[in-house]
């Protein structure tokens, strides 16, 4: 009997699909793929099931399971760097914890995310300043109807916010039809001393310039692991880590995306709404040949500026706060975060998304901003 969704992912809802299979290695991924697509079934693949909500009827087709774990070091990174390449199926913070304990730094803010390697450069994962883009060379890839692995530069995955061109957006095709095999990263060797942390996002979450502004050995330097540890602790606070004991974790993590919106809308914002340029500007140069100047130089055009707003501010200024649920329903926003919906127990998918669209009917009728849904969904439309 196949094993039901609900237990399969971590907001506990969805049914069994038709059928399932469980791809243990690259070549029985490869071989589980190449079967589905000659049979042209419906399909999708499954890591760790932290970023997926599925109906509570059967998915008629087949899911593949990656199972495949591991990571090695390779050749090739510049000096003062290390290259690991990592099987799509490892634990992605099983994996963060082992390069935090070999002193390789750039994924350490990153602790605590559930899931697998595999789903990291799909939605370019990222937390308090850092992102994977930072940090990755390529991906392997298998593209829907091919038996040849491909290595694939980062530079072609089109990573921003939250998105790559692998990423199935909601009532959206992926631009590019894949599945990831591995990924390979280069993180900096610093070693596992306390180092200074440069970066004001990080600083910020972490309390350096704040209340714990000693840092962890009085001089506002902070090794590895201590990142990691407070990084953690920081999430579970949120709900952000798994805890069975604990229903705020039993949900998709943010459910909703930051919206990115115009700067004319933002500005027409409340003061206090939490907002962040999406890209720096830039100084404009003009560049007048002498001899065709007539003296005049014309004020540089400003182009507008896309601002990414918070939208756990909007669900909450919009009247849900946390723990907000509908009536009678066992899906409620996390009684910590309100970016998060959760499952309290024995919740449906449909109960879910009915309150997913219902915090966007709020948040669209109060500020006329929609958000749009993070997870992946199968079988279930807002």
């Known amino acids: 009997m196949t094993t039901r969704l609900a237990e399969l992912t971590t907001l506990g809802v969805g049914a069994a699909p038709a059928h399932m299979v469980d791809a243990a290695t690259r070549d029985e991924l490869v071989a589980a793929l190449n079967e589905v697509w000659a049979s042209d079934d419906e399909w999708f693949v499954l890591g760790g099931g932290s970023n997926l909500l599925a109906s509570d009827e059967p998915f008629d087709g087949t899911v593949v399971r990656i199972l495949t774990s591991g990571h090695s070091l390779v050749d090739g990174a510049r000096e003062g760097y290390q290259r690991v390449r990592i099987e799509a199926g490892q634990n992605w913070d099983e994996f963060v914890a082992w390069a935090v304990a070999q002193g390789l730094a750039g994924i350490e803010a990153m602790s605590g995310i559930p899931g697998t390697a595999g789903a990291a450069p799909i939605q370019n994962v990222g937390a308090y300043g850092q992102e994977i883009v930072q940090t990755l060379v390529s991906v392997d890839l298998l593209d829907e109807g091919s038996d040849r692995v491909v ?139 002498l001899e065709t100047w007539d003296g005049y130089i014309a004020p540089p055009r400003s182009a507008p500026q896309a601002v990414k707003v918070s939208a756990a501010w909007l669900i909450e200024q919009s009247g849900l706060g946390k723990g907000f649920g509908l009536p009678g329903s066992r899906a409620t926003l996390s009684t910590k975060h309100t970016l998060a919906l959760t499952n309290r127990g024995g919740a449906t998918a449909e109960e879910v998304a009915e309150l997913a669209r219902f915090v966007r009917m709020r948040v669209s009728a109060e500020y006329g901003i929609e958000l749009n849904p993070e997870p992946v969904f199968v079988g279930v439309e807002l």
């Open 151 to 289: 290595e694939v530069p980062a530079a072609e995955l089109g990573l921003g916010p939250r998105t790559s061109v692998l990423k199935r957006h909601y009532a959206l095709e992926p631009e590019r039809s894949a599945v990831v095999v591995g990924l390979t990263l280069d993180l900096e060797v610093v070693g596992t001393d306390p180092r200074p942390v440069t970066d004001l996002r990080l600083r910020g979450a972490l309390g350096l310039d704040g209340v714990r502004s000693a840092g962890e050995d009085g001089s506002g330097h902070a090794s590895l692991a201590w990142i990691r540890d407070t990084v953690r602790e920081i999430r579970a606070s949120k709900g952000m880590v798994l805890d069975a004991s604990d229903a705020d974790t039993r949900s998709a993590g943010s459910f909703f995306n930051n919206p990115i919106i115009d700067e004319g809308s933002a500005r027409a914002l409340p003061a206090d709404c939490p907002r962040w340029p999406v890209e720096p500007e830039i100084e404009q140069v003009q560049v007048i040949p």
